[in-house]
């Protein structure tokens, strides 16, 4: 089989188009490199999903802990608190065995699935942190542009909208961006939480472990799984760059902040 004719058959068989069986020894490098890129549209699917929807309860969250009243700050802080106090690991356990008693009893058996169950994890784990570190901008609004909204007659929702929200988002997007990175590399967890994937097809850890186990040599599969989420990153990077400059295009060129990427090894 050439390398095209290996594309064709499995570039999309992680999401069931294409060869269903997988190669079983002569392992070459178009293979490892096609299934392993093969496997990345999950980890792209976990943590683009996870990103778009947390960030809108990231948002609420930072709202309710910033709020003067009791009953929407408390249980901000306890979410925050709960999700970036426990590992993640145990987290996917905990949600999985909890979502596999609910399907025991009749209620949403999709739960237990990859793709619906270890998203929402994602989803409010991201929201967690990304959360603390909307409340943190939040805080750190120069209290003069609240005073000027103010003084031009900007109040409740559309002072928020037009003032304190892009603010807010302009001092969070650095440590936004990189929480962001570490989302998508923890979207390699998915594979060892115990949630089974789509017809079994896999992530691209998934792919990357059979052909270590396969040929009893780490140094090739790894790499290039690797390479892969380096790519990855270097995309998210360049993606959150663009809207860093669209979010100080009305700065100065000195005072706009550059994004300084210090990538998170362990939470």
Known sequence: MSCLETIQAYALRSIGLGERL???????????????????????????????????????????????SRWLRKPSEWFIFVFRGSPLFVQFFFAYFSFLSLKQMGIAPWLTSAQAGALLVLILNTAAYSGEIFYGALRAVPR?????????????????????????????????????????????LVF????????????????????????????????ILAMYFVILSLTVIWLFGIANRRLNRHLPQEMRRKLRIRPQVIR
């Open 144 to 188: 003069g542009e609240v005073e000027a909204a103010d003084a031009f007659g900007f109040s409740g929702w559309r002072r928020f909208r037009r003032i304190i929200w892009p603010t807010m988002l302009r001092l969070a997007w650095p440590g936004y961006t990189n929480e962001a990175i570490f989302l998508f590399h923890a979207t390699t």
């Open 22 to 68: 997988l190669p079983r020894d002569n392992f070459t490098l178009c293979e490892q490199f096609t299934l392993i890129g093969s496997g990345m549209i999950w980890n792209i699917y976990f943590g683009a999903l996870a990103l778009f929807v947390g960030f809108f309860i990231a948002t609420a969250v930072a709202l309710g802990k910033n709020a003067r």
């Open 192 to 223: 060892l939480s115990g949630f089974p994937t789509w017809r079994q097809m896999g992530d691209a850890l998934y792919y990357a472990s059979y052909f270590a186990d396969k040929t009893f040599n780490p140094f090739i599969a790894y790499p």
